[in-house]
C-alpha cells in the first residue's frame, strides 16, 4: 500500500515569507508526527496528532509554527515569517493506534526547506 | 529532561564483521524502545523494536535490552557495505506515543 506522503519535496523561499508542508499520512492511521532534522542532527520533535484528541505542541519552537490535521487524515504544518534558522528537513511520520507506546512510526519522504 | 544518549561515532567496521551499536536512557519508566536505519538524505526506516529484557533476534540483527542497566543495543552480523548509515535509537515511555530520539551512531562498513 501507499506510504506517508509529503509535498514538496523541496521547498526555497526568501526570509519573512510563510511556507506550507502537507503530510498525507498512511490510510487508517490514526496518529500523525511532525519532526525537524536539521543538517547532521537528530530528530527534534514539533507536534503529535492523535485521533481527535487536542495535540501535543510542546515540540513548537515558536509562534510562527503551527500544524492542522483536517478531517483525521491529512496534516499542513505552517511557517509564518520564515528565517534562515528554519532551514532543515521536515518529516512527517504516522502510526497505526495499537498498545500505547509499540506502534511503529513511518516516515515520510521529508520537505526539504530552505530559507534564503 | 528525558535523554537518549548514542555514541555519534563514525563506527567502522571491516565487512563481515559484526558492529555494535550502544544506546542509554535516562527513564527508568521506559518501556519500548526501537532501532531506525537512516541513509544519508532519506527517511528513517524501522529496523527493529524490542519491548522485554533480553535479546531479539531478526536475520542478521539482533537488538538486546537491559532495563535495569537502562540500555539497548543493536548488532550486526556480517555486516555489509549497505548497512553504511546513521542508526538512530528511540525511546518510548510508555504514557503517550511519543519518542524520544537519540542523535544517532554513523556506521561505515569498509569492503
Known amino acids: 500500500g501507499a506510504g506517508v506522503s509529503q509535498s514538496p519535496s523541496n521547498k526555497v523561499t526568501e526570509k519573512g515569507k510563510d511556507v506550507e508542508l502537507r503530510c498525507d499520512p498512511i490510510s487508517g492511521h490514526t496518529a500523525l508526527y511532525w519532526y525537524r532534522q536539521s543538517l547532521g542532527q537528530g530528530l527534534e520533535f514539533l507536534i503529535y496528532?492523535?485521533?481527535?484528541?487536542?495535540?501535543?505542541k510542546s515540540g513548537l519552537p515558536s509562534d510562527r509554527f503551527s500544524a492542522e490535521r483536517t478531517g483525521g487524515s491529512v496534516s499542513t504544518l505552517t511557517i509564518q515569517r520564515t528565517q534562515q534558522e528554519d532551514s532543515a528537513v521536515y518529516l512527517c511520520?504516522?502510526?497505526?493506534?495499537?498498545?500505547?507506546?509499540?506502534?511503529?512510526?513511518?516516515f515520510g519522504p521529508g520537505t526539504r526547506l530552505l530559507v534564503l | 529532561q528525558k535523554e537518549v544518549e548514542q555514541n555519534s561515532g563514525p563506527l567502522s567496521v571491516p565487512e563481515g564483521a559484526i558492529a555494535s551499536l550502544n544506546c542509554t536512557y535516562s527513564?527508568?519508566?521506559?518501556?519500548?524502545f526501537f532501532w531506525y536505519r537512516q541513509y544519508s538524505g532519506k527517511s528513517p526506516e524501522l529496523i527493529m523494536s524490542i519491548y522485554s529484557n533480553g535479546d531479539k533476534e531478526d536475520g542478521r540483527f539482533t537488538a538486546q535490552l537491559n532495563k535495569a542497566s537502562q540500555y539497548v543495543s543493536l548488532l550486526i552480523r556480517d555486516s555489509q557495505p549497505s548497512d553504511s548509515a546513521t542508526y538512530l535509537c528511540a525511546v518510548n515511555a510508555g504514557n503517550n506515543r511519543k519518542l524520544i530520539w537519540g542523535l544517532g551512531t554513523s556506521l561505515a562498513v569498509n569492503p
Open positions: 527513564d527508568r519508566v521506559s518501556q519500548s
Open positions: 511520520a504516522s502510526s497505526l493506534a495499537g498498545e500505547k507506546g509499540r506502534e511503529t512510526q513511518y
Open positions: 496528532f492523535q485521533g481527535n484528541s487536542a495535540p501535543d
